[in-house]
């Protein structure tokens, strides 16, 4: 497939595991893996995948790929006195596909690059449904030729690849795609709780946004699959995850002047989504506090639900 030999792969969580699975499945190439935890190890073995840790991994692969929770954890693995920067050699090509700080990627990027080692971000989007089945998202920051080079490695998880700009481009692509997402969910919740103490079915205003202008794939799938059956559950993108990236967010906006008061309002769900104990729980939870009359019942009757 590419010129490569062989692959690393550190992070396999809830994307991380269906995304080296595919790698795995279709590039030809042995993958290594590293987590944690045994179990998604155990799994991928299955699929020929080998278990090995970070120093294994930098010492033998050509290409590395993290998929972590944040991009603190990307520093920390970075950084450490036994992390990448310090265990990494010249050639390699690291593929972030966690979202993290657009700040944070460039610093890591040059700092990499001092090591003579390209390091790039590839946020992924969707769901897991789509990394099991290789239809992911991927917004990618590189040069053109770093890009070439890793686009066939990427398109055995992702159907849609873009090429964002430079390093860091991918991560600002990705964070505000997922901050208009939660802008518009949050309107969406609003909407509904509004319809309903107008005396309007929130089944009759979903489906009527849907033949409109309002409809939207926020609408299609967080609102009629989340927000309209009331089912939130806890192995799903969660408050806690969301907020992060949020954050992200707001860092940028900050850092370039714009006050995002939309994306700052939505915090203020996400901040009383955790306080509420519901920040296990799938994102759209919010929709409960914003129509809090109409769910409050149904969040302590909820199964799992965190007191």
């Given at each position: 497939m590419t010129s490569f030999t062989r692959i690393g792969f550190i992070g396999l969580g809830v994307?991380?595991?269906?995304i080296c699975r595919n790698l795995a499945q279709k590039c030809g190439l042995p993958v290594l893996g590293c987590d944690m935890n045994p179990?998604?190890?155990?799994?991928?073995?299955?699929?020929g995948v080998q278990a090995a840790d970070v120093a294994t991994i930098a010492a033998q692969c050509d290409v590395i790929f993290l998929s972590l929770p944040s991009g603190e954890v990307v520093e920390k693995l970075a950084r450490g006195p036994q992390g990448l920067l310090a265990s990494c050699r010249p050639g390699q090509i690291i593929v972030d596909t966690s979202t993290s700080p657009v700040d944070t990627t460039r610093?890591?990027?040059?700092?990499?690059?001092?090591?003579q080692v390209t390091f790039i971000d590839a946020p992924v989007a969707r769901t897991r449904a789509a990394a099991e089945a290789g239809t992911l998202s991927v917004m990618v920051g590189?040069?053109?030729?770093?890009?070439?080079?890793?686009?066939?490695?990427?398109?055995?998880?992702?159907?849609?690849?873009?090429?964002?700009?430079?390093?860091g481009s991918g991560q600002v692509v990705k964070i505000l795609n997922n901050m208009?997402?939660?802008?518009?969910?949050?309107?969406?919740?609003?909407?509904?709780?509004?319809?309903?103490?107008?005396g309007v079915d929130t089944k009759v205003i979903m489906e009527t946004?849907?033949?409109?202008?309002a409809d939207s794939f926020a609408l299609r799938n967080h609102g009629l699959k989340a927000i309209l059956p009331g089912e939130f559950p806890e192995?799903?993108?969660?408050?806690?995850?969301?907020?992060?990236?949020l954050n992200y967010a707001l860092r940028l906006a900050e850092q370039t002047g714009i006050s995002a008061q939309g994306a700052r309002n939505v915090d203020q769900w996400f901040e009383a989504a955790l306080e509420r104990g519901l920040g296990?729980?799938?994102?759209?939870?919010?929709?409960?506090?914003?129509?809090?009359?109409?769910?409050?019942?149904?969040?302590?009757?909820?199964?799992g639900h965190q007191s």
């Open positions: 994307m991380g595991e269906p179990e998604p190890l155990a799994r991928l073995a299955q699929h610093k890591l990027s040059a700092e990499f690059a001092e090591r590189a040069t053109t030729s770093v890009f070439e080079r890793v686009r066939p490695l990427i398109a055995t998880y992702a159907n849609e690849i873009t090429l964002c700009g430079d390093v208009v997402l939660f802008e518009t969910v949050t309107a969406l919740a609003e909407a509904c709780g509004i319809a309903r103490r107008s946004f849907m033949l409109g202008s192995k799903a993108f969660p408050v806690s995850y969301a907020r992060k990236d296990d729980r799938y994102w759209p939870v919010i929709s409960r506090l914003i129509d809090d009359e109409q769910n409050t019942a149904q969040e302590t009757a909820s199964p």
